[in-house]
């Protein structure tokens, strides 16, 4: 058995309200996150508190992560909106790494479906075209990253969220194009 199974087992062993502290007291905690079972990390989490266990989610790994909202922005075949704020806050909070991680590592379609609900995007014409002075379904200012497509959250609370994370990959421009294509969301295309 190896040593990262043995921790990983020495995990396990104590109650969920200890792991965290056992995970992060261990010599390598990222090995025991990812080395723990999806199901056992994400009852770990739940049950200590998300915002408790940020340390332990940042050192998920990209198909933990996506395992954790597999579960978490879900209800049967419906979309949690509000879930995937909270849950989009979280990696937020972890950090530019883990939200990076997510976007690139993850499943591409949640990602797009997860920031596409929050957002308005407008495409630029022609270059007489000024999105600015159209009009927006939304209070909030309209942004733009490229000078072609513009954007607009549907409220502060997500566009604190949401704005960051846009402007972290705005400089994908795979990403990007796949994002303003996409139908839907918050406001059409």
Known sequence: MTSNLQEVKNVLSHPIAERLNVIMSSKDPRAI??????????????????????????LASAEQTQYFLDIELWKRSS???????????????????????WVY??????????????VFIMKKETSDDNPLEK???FSLPPSTMDGSYYYQCDSAK????????????????????????????????
């Open 135 to 137: 009009e927006w379904p």
């Open 158 to 189: 997500s566009d604190e969220i949401i704005r960051p994370i846009l402007e972290l990959v705005a400089f994908e421009e795979a990403f990007g194009k796949r994002l303003c294509s996409a139908g839907g969301g918050a406001g059409s295309l």
């Open 33 to 58: 996150v990812e080395a723990m079972p999806d199901e056992e990390l994400w009852l770990t989490i739940k049950t200590i508190g998300e915002h408790d266990c940020l340390p332990i989610l940042n």
């Open 79 to 101: 979309f949690l909106k509000e879930k995937s704020l909270e849950w989009l806050t979280l990696l937020k909070e972890c950090g530019d790494k883990k939200v990076l991680q």
């Open 105 to 118: 590592e993850g499943d591409a379609d949640l990602v797009v479906l997860a920031l596409k609900e929050f």
